[in-house]
């Protein structure tokens, strides 16, 4: 076991709050929140927190894991030109070792920024869930049928295969979206949305064109159509929802279906804001994402909950809006759930041993007048002092804790990107 | 003397670039830039880049530092309930020791983002200068006349001393804004901008309503109404520039006069997306302040840098609007010509060693496909391995050396924060 003491607890059983407890995780659960007691068990591990604070990790709720060796490499360009001579051709040449070595990539980084799970979309599962099994990290894989997937029916063997892999990944069933699907595939896939009675995920309402796109294939707004289609039958979510409007926004919270917010990606491809505050009053679920780090560039939640917040101010014209206490419970919980990871969810007895542990003595966290708005407005990768997943401590002070060396990791990394690139 | 060997070097003289130089330092000056040389003279100290990246350090055009005291006190307002019944109470509160402390905190989050100068504004200068004095810190006192001034004339008196105080030690002129300082005031300072021949500086079409209220009052905008008046007549620059029309880009960039952009503070307050692109593309000189911590909350130069380049994507609908090159450039170079800190703005020899070091091997920065763009894209506060001013190392590996232990200053300023808030 190890214990957690003297520090805070930040929950959000019944609302957000804060607490001195003790944390104890036994293997890969909490076992244990709650005040420190006169006589402990024996402990494999006990942290001293002094005065820090423990919390939830974050949940990347949307993300192409791999994309890293795309970081910095086309930027300040045009879209479709960043799209179609950068990213597309250099995607088709990565190969299933690429893929591993630029996953293990990446998953230091949202270990530095405190993410304990990822709901990532990309190439190759096969070496990407082992990367991250590798690593001690939790992912969700969703399926990206397109119509250039040689064969489709190949998504209803991951889905069984990789939701009885490890208990460290999942997988969820997705189309790439609207636009790159054919209407017969988005058939295919309500079918099997129906036969697993599955929840599906894809990207929706990301820009403006592929709305109007969309509107004038079928008549239909993406977030109306993949409805009407039955994809939507076992809930699921959208990502990005940039461009929704008050039907699709009506639509989401009735059903349910999360919207996966994308801020820093639609800010640096120019996609737009979405209407976080507008989704969250009309009572959609959400959650936050990365995207890929060929389009963010980096893989931080703290500036993702910050554009989170403070975008809805300037495009609402209103410095109440985006409420830290909301964006911080997306980032959280709202991920989480999104995935379908309802026992990450928190910090409380029974549930799996997610967490993060945030250093409160940096200057950017003083003085401490408010703890969950100094998260939102004012943290920052340097704040994450320890990061856990399924009960083992993978990044501590600064140091990685997964199987491999970073040097190593980087060499690798740069070496296919030598031959890639 | 100081050896940095065995890493990357960037500088902007003649066009950014990187090379793989040596910077030595003696005293508070780089003596050498170049490479290595088969005989060395005896070093105090040498530091192993091991690879990592020597830049110049970011220059904070436009700050009130000891605004700390604030930092997530109230957030999520509207405006004018924030300033009102939050910030403005509590400011009347605060004595020169409070502002010594405070001053001392958010010099702490200066180093930790690699920040190495600040252009402040704001209370008991005296009290101010010694904290920046104390911490071995770099600052720019900028007078902030208004109407609530119990004397005008002493900003004479602190010109002349604070211009003759310490070598880290300067002053310029101000106002604080137009909508809080009279005509007759304005007047005055434009006489001793004249008498000294100086350059002035001020909050400048930060908000719509500021603007709107200024053509009311005087039938001009604020940059046409303080050129008009003098102020601009010895150079100068404005704080924000949110709202600049076509006349007033034209305006600044004829008369070489800097617009100092604080993206995130704007996006917060909800006062808008400065035109940053129009104004470079018109040869505005341009640098990037983070305001004070009440209103961002933040010191971090990083998302400065990320905000102003992503903002003018999205508002421009431009994903290659807001080029990271040109936004690394005014957090350097523009910030320490702005603020008439013009031997600080590069790694050159014989310019002051105003300095940091970035770490690259932190998985944000890797693979290394393009420093610059890394660095406003990704880069973070977990970036900054060392920060030197004046040829002293402040900020190591996250640990200070700026006479005080951190704890302390975070005490100080918690039991002053009682006694205020």
């Not at 003491?5 to 930040?10: A, D, P, R, S």
């Not at 990206?144 to 892999?165: G, Q, V």
């Amino acid at each position: 076991m190890i214990r957690f003491y003297n520090g805070k607890v930040l929950s959000f059983g019944g609302g957000l709050k804060i607490t001195e407890d003790e944390v104890w995780v036994d293997g890969s659960r909490i076992v244990y929140v709650g005040p420190a007691r006169a006589e402990l068990p024996p402990f494999q591990r006990q942290i001293d927190l002094k005065g820090d604070l423990l919390m939830p990790g974050f949940k990347d709720a949307h993300t192409h894991t791999a994309m890293v060796f795309l970081r910095s490499y086309a930027d300040d360009m045009p879209l479709q030109e960043w799209l179609y001579d950068k990213v597309f051709p250099h995607e088709a040449k990565l190969t299933p070792e690429a893929i591993y070595t630029f996953t293990r990539l990446g998953i230091l980084e949202y270990l530095s920024s405190g993410i304990t799970a990822s709901f990532d979309m990309y190439y190759h599962n096969e070496a990407y869930a082992k990367a991250n099994v590798d690593s001690g990290f939790r992912t969700v894989i969703c399926s990206a049928m397109n119509d250039f997937d040689a064969d489709p029916t190949n998504i209803e063997r991951e889905f069984l295969r990789f939701n009885d892999y490890h208990e460290l990944v999942s997988y969820r069933l997705g189309i790439h979206a609207e636009y790159t699907t054919s209407r017969q595939r988005m058939e295919y896939m309500a079918s099997l949305a129906e036969k697993y009675q599955a929840p599906c995920y894809m990207h929706c309402a990301e820009t403006k064109s592929e709305v109007e796109g969309c509107v004038e294939r079928y008549g239909l707004t993406p977030p109306q159509l993949l409805d009407r289609m039955g994809l939507f039958r076992y809930g699921g979510g959208g990502f990005h929802c940039t461009w929704m409007n008050d039907e699709d926004i009506a639509l989401f919270a009735r059903k349910g279906i999360y919207a996966i917010t994308n801020p820093a990606s639609n800010l640096k491809l120019a996609s737009g804001i979405a209407p976080v505050d507008q989704m969250l009053s009309a009572g959609v679920p959400m959650a936050i994402g990365t995207d890929g780090a060929a389009s963010n560039n980096a893989l931080d939640m703290f500036r993702e909950m910050y554009l989170a917040s403070c975008l809805q101010k300037v495009s609402r014209n209103d410095a109440a809006a985006g409420k830290a206490e909301n964006i911080l419970t997306m980032a959280c919980v709202g991920g989480a759930r999104a995935m379908g990871l309802n026992d990450c969810d928190d910090i409380a007895e029974g549930k799996l041993a997610d967490l993060v542990v945030i250093d409160l003595h940096r200057p950017n966290m003083q003085p401490v007048n408010n703890i969950a708005k100094n998260l939102v407005f004012a943290g920052s990768k340097e704040n994450v002092r320890l990061t856990m997943v399924n009960g083992r401590v993978l990044y501590e002070k600064g140091a990685f804790f997964v199987g491999e060396e970073p040097e190593e990791i980087y060499r690798q990394a740069a070496a296919l990107n030598r031959s890639i690139l």
